[in-house]
C-alpha cells in the first residue's frame, strides 16, 4: 500500500533558510533531494518522504500551492 503513495513523486518544494549572520548568504533546503528520491523504491522511505511533503505543505507560510499531479 504504500508504494502506492505518490506525492513524493510530484511534490518538491525548496525552502530558503536565513542565516543568523547578516552576511551570509541564504541556505536552500530541497526536501526531496536525489538522495531521497533514490530511496523511493523502499516502503518505508517512500512514507517518510510522503509524510516530509505534507509536513511541509501544511507548516509552511504563506502555504505553498501544490503543482498539479501527473499521473
Do not use: G, H
Request: hydrophobic letters at 40%; one cysteine or more; charged letters at 25%.
Amino acid at each position: 500500500m504504500v508504494m502506492s503513495l505518490t506525492v513524493p513523486d510530484w511534490y518538491n518544494v525548496t525552502f530558503s533558510i536565513p542565516k543568523l549572520d547578516n552576511n551570509e548568504k541564504e541556505e536552500e533546503l530541497i526536501l526531496i533531494d536525489e538522495e531521497t528520491k533514490a530511496t523511493l523504491d523502499k516502503p518505508k522511505q517512500r512514507y517518510f518522504a510522503t509524510c516530509r511533503c505534507f509536513l511541509a505543505f501544511f507548516t509552511v507560510e504563506p502555504p505553498i500551492v501544490p503543482p498539479t499531479p501527473r499521473f
